[in-house]
């Protein structure tokens, strides 16, 4: 009964690694707005050390289509301009000696179906990894009946396995609804 119980809290374990993994996933694709997560991919070449963006320069959004990053050393403005520039972001940063500013343009309404497939693929994604925790456990399962576990205590086992993996597949499909919804809102 415990290591069924062990199974069962590795399976939730593993299948909300992937709905942060979609959450993650999903803050980098812009819907339009001005977000400093946004950059949260964006390594800075900071004396020889690859270094995030945010611990290197503060960034705010002073309004829905502006992004500001001042560095906390002014001599890290071309650094952080260049590493905009190669990243696969598609921004164009602008610096004024002081801090580097970023105008976000607005969708198209082709870049904004382009964003909800990407969008819909980040949640196939987590589906595939809560299915493949399913696999898992159920697998592992079936080895308990081995060791003497008996059938009906599995087969409950695996019910339980299975109503897991339909909450959170449906928890995939609301935050999918819900990113689609703010990318397609104009």
Do not use: F
Not at 88 to 104: H, S
């Amino acid at each position: 009964m415990e290591e069924i119980e062990l199974y069962l809290d590795d399976t939730k374990d593993m299948m909300s690694k992937a709905i942060t993994h979609l959450i993650d996933a999903l803050s980098k694709i812009r819907a339009g707005k001005a977000m400093p997560s946004m950059l949260s991919g964006v390594m800075i070449d900071y004396y020889g050390n690859m270094t995030p963006l945010n611990q290197v320069a503060s960034i705010s959004s002073p309004d829905a289509r502006t992004l500001m990053i001042k560095p906390w050393e002014k001599s890290m403005i071309q650094e952080i301009e260049k590493a905009i520039m190669n990243s696969d972001l598609g921004l164009n940063p602008q610096n004024d000696g002081e801090q580097v500013i970023i105008n976000i343009p607005a969708l198209t309404e082709e870049r904004r179906i382009q964003l909800v497939k990407l969008a819909k693929n980040e949640g196939e994604h987590a589906k595939i990894s809560i299915r493949n925790a399913r696999k898992d456990t159920n697998d592992g399962l079936k080895l308990l009946k081995n060791e003497g576990v008996s059938e009906d205590e599995i087969k409950r086992a695996e019910d339980s396995v299975q109503k897991l993996t339909d909450e959170y597949t449906h928890k995939v499909d609301e935050l999918i609804v819900h990113k689609e919804k703010d990318i397609m809102t104009v």
